[in-house]
């Protein structure tokens, strides 16, 4: 469950009107991401499962430093720091013994990690590997909606909805195949 919850990072959408996008528009997008080499930024992150009674809700700090390292620091309701450094995961949960583990032993969270290390990094070639990359019209900023090429990842991910304005990520959103969610809010760290 923790291993899903660090997939379900990074992360929206409702109904958004489709907007006829080229490649090189969400090309010219996601170069602008490419300039900015280092992002940390506060998060509060909503789950909802059938296995969940109630929402789950998150609070801490994201870090992402090009081109691979990305963290996750949960500071509320309990602290847990999940690090990924290329292929490598660090899991650290308060009063339990550290766990290493592969990121390519976890499929599911590997294309959810590369999807958004892709767009921060404004990779568009490796988005579109692994996505079918669908622009959508929002009055104050751009939307990108993802959908998993791999039939695999798609029995347990259906979507993904990356969300911001100007240069910066504002919302993710991962819509699981069996109907949980997770939407990270994001915003820029002082």
């Given at each position: 469950?923790?291993?899903?919850?660090?997939?379900?990072?990074?992360?929206?959408?409702?109904?958004?009107?489709?907007?006829?996008?080229?490649?090189?528009?969400?090309?010219?997008?996601?170069?602008?991401?490419?300039?900015?080499?280092?992002?940390?930024?506060?998060?509060?992150?909503y789950k909802t499962?059938?296995?969940?009674?109630?929402?789950?809700?998150?609070?801490?700090?994201?870090?992402?430093?090009?081109?691979?390292?990305?963290?996750?620091?949960?500071?509320?309701?309990?602290?847990?720091?999940?690090?990924?450094?290329?292929?490598?995961?660090?899991?650290?949960h308060a009063g339990?013994?550290?766990?290493?583990?592969?990121l390519t032993s976890?499929?599911?969270?590997?294309?959810?990690?590369?999807?958004?290390?892709?767009?921060?990094?404004?990779?568009?070639?490796?988005?579109?590997?692994?996505?079918?990359?669908?622009?959508?019209?929002?009055?104050?900023?751009?939307?990108?909606?993802?959908?998993?090429?791999?039939?695999?990842?798609?029995?347990?991910?259906?979507?993904?909805?990356?969300?911001?304005?100007?240069?910066?990520?504002?919302?993710?959103?991962?819509?699981?195949?069996?109907?949980?969610?997770?939407?990270?809010?994001?915003?820029?760290?002082?």
């Amino acid at each position: 469950m923790k291993i899903r919850s660090l997939g379900c990072l990074l992360l929206l959408a409702w109904p958004w009107p489709l907007l006829a996008a080229d490649d090189g528009d969400i090309t010219a997008l996601l170069a602008r991401f490419a300039q900015h080499r280092e992002f940390v930024g506060e998060f509060k992150e909503y789950k909802t499962s059938g296995l969940l009674a109630h929402t789950l809700e998150l609070e801490g700090q994201l870090i992402y430093r090009a081109p691979a390292y990305l963290e996750k620091h949960i500071h509320k309701p309990y602290d847990e720091r999940q690090i990924i450094d290329g292929d490598q995961v660090i899991l650290e949960h308060a009063g339990e013994p550290r766990r290493t583990l592969s990121l390519t032993s976890v499929p599911e969270m590997k294309i959810v990690v590369d999807s958004l290390r892709a767009t921060l990094a404004g990779d568009a070639a490796a988005l579109r590997a692994n996505y079918r990359v669908q622009k959508l019209a929002q009055a104050d900023g751009w939307h990108l909606r993802l959908t998993p090429r791999d039939a695999a990842v798609e029995e347990s991910v259906r979507e993904i909805h990356i969300s911001g304005n100007d240069i910066g990520i504002r919302e993710f959103r991962i819509v699981q195949t069996a109907g949980g969610e997770s939407r990270v809010v994001i915003a820029p760290g002082s």
